[in-house]
């Protein structure tokens, strides 16, 4: 199996991770939040659990910044691929029914649209191969 595609198997494994964790967030303060604020609320908890497995896991064999500033840079980088989820999610929880009373629906969906946007950018920005990343400083 070659470097990027065990890399890519991975960050879907740990993106499985991240669903649950969104999931459980939405689920868990939807009532008192709303919807909506749940899934931003969900987001920064999943996003902060990924980072932290792609970090010692997926993309161990990269070269490391200080955790502060790559956290803070997965979470800039990833707020594309959230983007991209929230719009979906929003737009299935306001136009069906079933997407409002079952909020897995939209994060399911939500969530396999970022995915491939979160991994191109996690991969060449937050987690940059060693020599890319000794040629930027």
């Known amino acids: 199996m070659s470097k990027s595609w065990s890399e890519f198997s991975s960050f879907c494994t740990v993106g499985s991770v991240g669903f649950v964790v969104n999931a459980v967030v939405v ?26 497995l792609n ?15 790559q956290l803070r840079l997965f979470l ?18 306001a136009a069906c029914a079933v997407c409002a009373r079952e909020p897995i629906i939209p994060i399911t969906v939500g969530a396999a649209a970022g995915l491939f ?11 940059p191969h060693k020599e890319l990343r000794s040629n930027r400083k």
């Open 27 to 52: 689920y868990g303060v939807r009532e008192p939040t709303g919807l909506y604020i749940a899934e931003v609320i969900a987001f920064m908890a999943a996003a902060s659990a990924t980072w932290a």
């Open 55 to 69: 970090r010692a896991w997926t993309f161990s064999s990269r070269k490391k910044e200080p955790a502060g500033r």
């Open 76 to 93: 800039i980088v990833n707020f594309a691929g959230f983007m991209v989820t929230m719009a979906i999610y929003s737009f299935l929880v």
């Open 117 to 127: 946007i979160n991994f191109v950018m996690s991969s060449a920005l937050v987690f």
